[in-house]
């Protein structure tokens, strides 16, 4: 399964940005799609995933409130809507997939660079 992450770009605090994600070809009701981050100097860091097989989302503690994750699985693409963005929010995001019984995400996009300024 390949990963393309899109949507990334320069944004305003206090702005929105939705990000996308889509599967090179359809992905299994059983999978989890995750979203990344990793700001400049620092580690990657949890946003959120979601599960194909009932939507059901869950989110880290920078989330929270602000973020929403989705998904279409006709589309086999997922979603990161993004609102009420900080300067602490930039990063580069990535989207990963993994079996929902794995503790290892398997696949992983490329990223999509998103820069809040203040």
């Known amino acids: 399964v390949q990963l393309q992450a899109s949507g990334g770009g320069l944004v305003q605090a206090g702005g929105s940005l939705r990000l996308s994600c889509t599967a090179s070809?359809?992905?299994?009701?059983?999978?989890?799609m995750g979203w990344f981050r990793q700001a400049p100097g620092k580690g990657r860091e949890f946003v959120g995933f979601?599960?194909?097989?009932?939507?059901?989302?869950y989110y880290g503690d920078s989330a929270k409130g602000r973020f929403t994750i989705s998904r279409d699985n006709a589309k086999s693409t997922v979603y990161l809507q993004m609102n009420r963005l900080k300067p602490e929010d930039t990063a580069i995001y990535y989207c990963?997939?993994?079996?929902?019984?794995?503790?290892?995400?398997?696949?992983w996009g490329q990223g999509t660079q998103v820069t809040v300024s203040s």
């Open positions: 979601v599960s194909l097989s009932d939507g059901s989302p």
């Open positions: 990963a997939a993994k079996y929902s019984d794995s503790s290892d995400y398997r696949y």
């Open positions: 070809r359809r992905t299994l009701s059983d999978y989890v």
